[in-house]
């Protein structure tokens, strides 16, 4: 099966960083907190409603704050994630990114990636009139669980099926009704629970078997292309099945 979209998160998927723990680095007194919050809403522990707006008020994060992140989130791509989003969207493939991050620190990424603004759905923040934190948009979907499958839900009705959803999260793993095929990306972060409900499981660093699995396993014309496809083969061929390693 070819698909016309392919849906990615960014945090351990995409990036090798989650960015609200990086944010954490800026606030040493409260790291630890943070990044015990972080993970208790990744694993499924505490639903990210409880946990979204409790981890921004303990940094109340600055513009600077949010500049530092966004090139964090650059040099921590995953090394072939620019080849893999160049070649879904040579072959005419849809890419999108849904993340419960913070828009400003991601759309620089997304512009190094090659993608639109657009193709971005994440969350926005609000700023009081001396540029200091004031909150964030608690009426985003991506605030809450089960709110990427709403903006995947929507994105299938615009974009047409068949849809992929990568990710490594309980919230990406939310997406599975409204997606096609959910690929499980454990390259960075294993969570048991997702891994364990996923329809494909991918345990390399590189993203390429998801390119291949995008095109149905058919090999495409463009040099670039095949390499890419080339690549992801190879590493489905070395795996179980289903389970890439």
């Known amino acids: 099966m070819r698909f016309n979209t392919v849906v990615f998160d960014c945090d351990s998927t995409l990036s090798a960083i989650e960015g609200i723990d990086e944010l954490a680095i800026d606030s040493p007194d409260h790291r630890e907190e943070v990044r015990a919050l972080t993970d208790a809403a990744m694993r499924g522990d ?17 513009r600077a704050m949010l500049d530092a992140l966004a090139v964090r ?4 791509m995953v090394p072939d994630a620019r080849d893999v989003v160049s070649a879904l969207t040579s072959e005419g493939i849809a890419v999108r990114v849904v993340s419960g991050g913070l828009r400003a620190a991601l759309l620089p990424m997304m512009r190094t990636l090659g993608l639109h603004t657009g193709s971005l759905a994440a969350v926005d923040l609000r700023w009081n009139p001396d540029g200091s934190y004031a909150g964030f948009d608690e009426s985003s979907s991506l605030t809450r669980s089960g709110g990427k499958r709403e903006v995947v839900a929507r994105w299938r009705e615009e974009l047409g099926a068949p849809v992929m959803m990568v990710g490594d999260g309980i919230t990406d793993l939310e997406v599975k009704p409204a997606a096609d095929l959910f690929v499980a990306y454990a390259g960075i972060v294993e969570r048991p629970a997702v891994v364990a409900a996923a329809d494909v499981v991918l345990r390399s660093i590189s993203l390429a078997p998801v390119f291949t699995l995008a095109l149905g396993g058919v090999r495409p014309q463009g040099d670039h292309a095949r390499l890419v496809f080339d690549a992801g083969s190879a590493l489905l061929l070395q795996a179980s099945p289903m389970h890439v390693s």
């Not at 505490?46 to 600055?62: F, K, Q």
């Open 73 to 76: 989130y650059i040099d921590a």
């Open 46 to 62: 505490v639903s990210l409603e409880e946990v979204y707006g409790r981890r921004l008020a303990i940094m109340r994060p600055s």
